[in-house]
């Protein structure tokens, strides 16, 4: 069975810090999607990003960037000069695509980012 | 551009009452999917629909739930006999499922509360 841990469970920066969310997954199938989303406090699941299990190049997309290693089964998100439009909950998530259980994800609990001005 | 839309945003129901929420995925994406998230959890998946057809239920629907998607477009989740456990957000969402993978994305979701 599939899971995703995120141990980090609440986080509060200073504006302008760097701040690194972990993910760590586990998964028996060699083709799999990894998912990061943002859930601000109006409820709203914002996707981040989504990598698959044959890409392990890391990714920036301006303040935010992701690493992810098989090695260790982790894909933690780091966001640079955090400002504090970024604070949320945000969720690290695994889809399957072997078994053809890529109609759905599965979810961590979610780490809740504070930023302070 | 329109994204996955969500009504009614939030929901207070008595004890045994019946609720209806509705979805609109985001036009011509083929899937549709029901997640529930209570305070403190991420979102559990329910149930997902490819154009008019479910496939796949998780446990977590109990024959209390039923889904539908009647014409491929628009879904309803309703729930019948409300239970105080029912209190959670339900999370829609929506899909085009081509060759490069799935990328799901998500209403804003409608909050139940039952009392």
């Known amino acids: 069975a599939q899971k995703v841990t995120q141990a980090q469970t609440e986080i509060s920066v200073v504006e302008k810090e760097d701040v690194t969310l972990d993910c760590v997954y586990e998964?028996?199938?060699?083709?799999?999607?990894l998912f990061w989303y943002k859930q601000p406090p109006s409820g709203e699941l914002v996707f981040l990003i989504r990598?698959?299990?044959?890409?392990?190049q890391n990714e920036i997309s301006g303040r935010y960037s992701w690493n992810f290693q098989k090695s260790t089964s982790s894909f933690n998100f780091t966001i640079t000069a955090s400002q504090v439009v970024d604070s949320a909950v945000y969720f690290c998530?695994?889809?399957?695509?072997?078994?053809?259980?890529?109609?759905?994800?599965?979810f961590g609990k979610g780490i809740t980012l504070s930023v302070r001005p | 551009d329109t994204g996955v839309s969500q009504d009614p945003r939030h929901k207070i129901t008595k004890r045994g009452q019946n609720v209806t929420f509705r979805c609109d995925p985001i036009?011509?994406?083929?899937?549709l999917y029901w997640y529930r998230q209570t305070l403190g959890q991420g979102p559990e998946f329910l149930t997902y629909?490819?154009?008019?057809?479910?496939?796949?239920k998780s446990r977590l629907l109990s024959d209390r739930f039923s889904a539908e998607r009647p014409k491929g477009s628009f879904s309803t989740l309703e729930i019948q006999r409300t239970e105080q456990g029912d209190s959670a957000m339900y999370l829609c969402?929506?899909?085009?499922?081509?060759?490069?993978?799935?990328?799901?994305?998500f209403g804003e979701g409608s909050w139940l509360t039952v009392v």
């Open positions: 036009s011509e994406h083929n899937r």
């Open positions: 998530a695994l889809s399957e695509v072997n078994t053809g259980a890529n109609s759905k994800l599965t």
């Open positions: 990598r698959n299990s044959f890409d392990e």
């Open positions: 629909f490819q154009n008019e057809a479910q496939l796949e």
């Open positions: 969402a929506s899909s085009l499922v081509g060759a490069h993978g799935n990328t799901i994305y």
């Open positions: 998964t028996r199938d060699t083709t799999y999607y």
